[in-house]
């Protein structure tokens, strides 16, 4: 998330982490001090229906307790990024592993 807050221009001071409880588990949670909250998840493995992914991490936004009142951005980690045609219909942000080391070394 630190390089990507960085590509994305982000200046706010943040904290990295994740969400457990007896009900969600959130893979990423970005804290950000300029009122914006990141709920990421995390799938290295085959993704069979990306709507079906998108439905679960709707459902993980809203089960996490946004004590804050902060703005949600909505990120998906994929092992390899999907089509445009995919990632362009929802209001989430996606990520294959390429788009991850892209810039870092």
Known sequence: MPVIYDREG???AFEIG???DK???IDVVGLRDDHWTDIGE???GTVRSHEKLLEDLEKKVRAYLNTRGAIIGKRLFLRKKPSAKVTEASAVNWY???DLYEGIG
Do not use: P
């Open 42 to 44: 995390c799938k290295w």
């Open 23 to 25: 009900h969600v588990q």
């Open 18 to 20: 994740e969400y457990w």
């Open 10 to 12: 982000v200046n706010a």
């Open 96 to 98: 294959g592993l390429e």
